[in-house]
């Protein structure tokens, strides 16, 4: 075998280099090709030249010296097959197995929670009784005991008229009813409902039940200028009790007036059957004057008459106040005022909030009957004394039931 360093041996022994053996190789091809050209031009078969076969190259080993090999052939997309832009499907939820026995439902328990409003006032000063536990309340629903979950106190909203005296008599009554005015205007709150009504020789309203307090303040500040001298208290008190008879729940009357009555048609029997039959209504009375009446008193110029009046008046607020439930004040200076009606606020606006959950959860839409009692530790009605070992009595004031939920509502 010889090496591949020697030169080839061509015909007749003869010895060729690798060039040459090229270029002889190279010029018997073109002769063929000449040769085929020339039978075709003369009609002669053209001869089949060798079909030139192509080995695959093996791609040469990368050295340390080249860079990356690349694959430049082409790129071959598959085709898409229809159906595919759905999306995945959800994962399967997890099923709970009951135990053997039992079927496939599930059970959903309403148990409902009622809630009372509860105000526990002496019935002497019908102050309200503060610091009460919910060991205190016995809570009764059609003669059943309920367990109190939670006692909570808070301060509830008003419905209130303020009854104003404004009469053309002294200044200073009209400056006392102005300043008292705006004091128990300053202690409302946003969800308080108010109206205000004067009276002279007629009955004014000046603003119906609201709780825009600018509404409220626009009318006070027209009270300026008084018109007529004459005070009709009866008639303004006898028809405001008349408009607040129609309004549901508790009212309160804010009477501040000097308490004399010159001129009404109504007597004062007349009077007082109105307030003894008009129901949730609270009136508090608010006397004006207190200090003009004792200077012209101590310079003497009251006479017995004029000082008769004024007692009967002030014993006539106290009256209308006492059988409503409220209470009297008979102020001489401004200072007192702010004191007042933080005392009348107090009694007015708390109250307790009962919750418990009915022992009967049946919603059947029948109306349940709740009695509230006040017991102490031993379950005995609870007893209250004064400073001087005397028993109080006390008020407490709740709603009577509720209706029960329907089974679907």
């Known amino acids: 075998m010889a090496r591949s360093d020697e030169p080839a041996l061509g015909p007749a022994g003869t010895r060729y280099s690798f060039d040459q053996r090229e270029s002889r190789v190279t010029l018997d091809l073109r002769i063929f090709r000449t040769a085929a050209a020339v039978a075709l031009t003369l009609g002669f078969p053209a001869a089949t030249l060798p079909a030139q076969t192509t080995t695959p190259t093996k791609p040469a080993a990368q050295t340390d010296d080249s860079g990356p090999q690349q694959d430049n052939g082409p790129i071959v997309l598959k085709k898409k097959k229809e159906g595919t832009d759905?999306?995945?499907?959800?994962?399967?939820?997890?099923?709970?197995?009951?135990?053997?026995?039992?079927?496939?439902?599930?059970?959903?328990?309403?148990?409902?929670?009622?809630?009372?409003?509860?105000?526990?006032?002496?019935?002497?000063?019908?102050?309200?009784?503060?610091?009460?536990?919910?060991?205190?309340?016995?809570?009764?629903?059609?003669?059943?005991?309920?367990?109190?979950?939670?006692?909570?106190?808070?301060?509830?909203?008003?419905?209130?008229?303020?009854?104003?005296?404004?009469?053309?008599?002294?200044?200073?009554?009209?400056?006392d009813m102005r300043q008292s005015s705006y004091v128990f205007f300053r202690s409302l709150k946003p969800e308080d409902y108010i109206a205000v009504i004067t009276f002279d020789l007629r009955t004014h309203i000046l603003t119906d039940f609201t709780r825009d307090k600018d509404v409220t303040a626009q009318a006070l500040q027209t009270l300026t200028i008084p018109g007529f001298s004459d005070t009709d208290e009866f008639d303004a008190l006898y028809e405001t009790l008349d408009r607040t008879s129609r309004i549901d729940g508790r009212k309160y009357i804010i009477l501040i007036s000097s308490g004399r009555d010159t001129f009404s048609k109504i007597t004062l029997d007349t009077m007082l059957k109105?307030?003894?039959?008009?129901?949730?209504?609270?009136?508090?009375?608010?006397?004006?004057?207190?200090?003009?009446?004792?200077?012209?008193?101590?310079?003497?110029?009251?006479?017995?008459?004029?000082?008769?009046?004024?007692?009967?008046?002030?014993?006539?607020?106290?009256?209308?106040?006492?059988?409503?439930?409220?209470?009297?004040?008979?102020?001489?200076?401004?200072?007192?005022?702010?004191?007042?009606?933080?005392?009348?606020?107090?009694?007015?606006?708390?109250?307790?909030?009962?919750?418990?959950?009915?022992t009967n959860t049946a919603q059947d839409g029948t109306f349940r009957k709740i009695k509230v009692d006040l017991v102490d530790k031993e379950g005995l009605p609870l007893t209250m004394v004064d400073e001087k070992n005397k028993k109080l009595k006390y008020t407490i004031t709740a709603r009577d039931g509720y209706r029960a939920r329907n089974p679907v509502e």
């Open 274 to 358: 109105k307030v003894r039959s008009t129901p949730n209504v609270t009136i508090y009375t608010i006397s004006t004057g207190g200090l003009a009446r004792v200077m012209a008193d101590s310079y003497g110029r009251q006479g017995p008459e004029s000082r008769m009046d004024y007692l009967q008046a002030d014993n006539q607020m106290r009256t209308f106040s006492s059988l409503t439930g409220g209470k009297s004040y008979f102020p001489r200076f401004q200072g007192e005022l702010p004191d007042i009606f933080s005392e009348i606020n107090q009694s007015i606006r708390n109250q307790y909030v009962l919750t418990y959950r009915p």
């Open 86 to 175: 759905e999306p995945p499907p959800a994962p399967a939820e997890e099923k709970v197995k009951n135990p053997d026995g039992l079927g496939n439902y599930s059970l959903r328990v309403d148990v409902p929670v009622v809630t009372v409003d509860v105000s526990v006032q002496l019935d002497k000063t019908r102050q309200f009784v503060p610091g009460l536990k919910a060991g205190n309340f016995r809570v009764m629903e059609d003669g059943t005991p309920q367990k109190v979950a939670d006692v909570q106190m808070r301060q509830a909203p008003i419905t209130a008229v303020m009854l104003l005296e404004f009469a053309a008599n002294s200044w200073s009554f009209i400056q």
